[in-house]
């Protein structure tokens, strides 16, 4: 988007932008430990690392495994975490942030979450003038307002669905699988890529699609 915010994108034109923690080390260990201390003990740190996953949704499973690696961490052992030590681990849970998949149903919920964001907040200026003429005079302020008012994005696998034939596998994440060869397994996908059609007019012409494919078998001439 644009400098100010104003302008959104989703589609193959945007990037969720995932923040690398340790482009904010200092400010994440000064409220990991307590006023006058240097290093952080293990009470603080589980606490910091529930309050980080909240804040970061998308690093919140590498985060909320940082507890129980307290020790790996503690490289000096004395059962605190220095500002090196502390480096070292943001250093690992950005390492393994990763991309989102190029899936609809990432699209999906992003337009979803963009929607609920867009109308969350048109609803909050629409309700508090002194609000709206903040955000209309400051980029700063409109993007701390929407910081407070808009969770981060996050993203909610639901699973991997491949169709061959008349087989199909789909992998639910978790360990949870499905393997089939059979017409069971073939109408199990199409009847799952038929639901998540985005309107009844794509799920007409599918439905035709499939019919004619029924009765005159798959149309090869095009390629």
């Known amino acids: 988007g644009v400098a100010d915010g104003s302008v959104y994108a989703l589609g193959d034109c945007a990037t969720v932008e995932y923040p690398h923690l340790l482009n904010h080390i200092t400010e994440l260990f000064d409220s990991a430990h307590h006023v006058g201390n240097t ?5 603080e740190f ?7 996953a909240a804040k970061y949704p998308n690093a919140a499973s590498h985060l909320l495994t940082l507890e129980r690696d307290f020790d790996s961490f503690d490289t000096d052992g004395n059962g605190r975490i220095s500002i090196d030590e502390f480096e070292h681990m943001l250093e690992y849970v950005d390492s393994k ?3 989102l998949p190029a899936l ?13 964001g867009l109308s969350h907040l048109a609803a909050i200026y629409a309700s508090d ?8 005079a400051s980029p700063e302020a409109r993007r701390g307002v929407e910081a407070q008012a808009v969770a981060p994005f996050m993203y909610h696998h639901r699973g991997t669905l491949a169709y061959l034939g008349r087989a199909a ?3 639910f994440g978790e360990g949870r699988a499905y393997r089939g060869s059979n017409l069971a397994a073939k109408y199990l996908w199409r009847s799952v890529y038929w639901s998540q059609q985005v309107s009844l007019r794509t799920r007409l012409l599918l439905a035709m699609d499939w019919l004619k494919e029924l009765l005159f078998g798959r149309d090869i001439s095009k390629f």
Request: glycine content about 6%.
């Open 39 to 43: 290093e952080i003990t293990r009470t």
């Open 46 to 52: 589980r606490v910091f690392v529930k309050e980080a």
């Open 97 to 99: 942030l990763t991309a």
């Open 104 to 116: 609809a149903q990432v699209a999906s919920q992003e337009g979803v979450y963009l929607g609920h």
């Open 129 to 136: 003038e002194d609000t709206r003429r903040k955000v209309e």
């Open 169 to 171: 596998a789909a992998d």
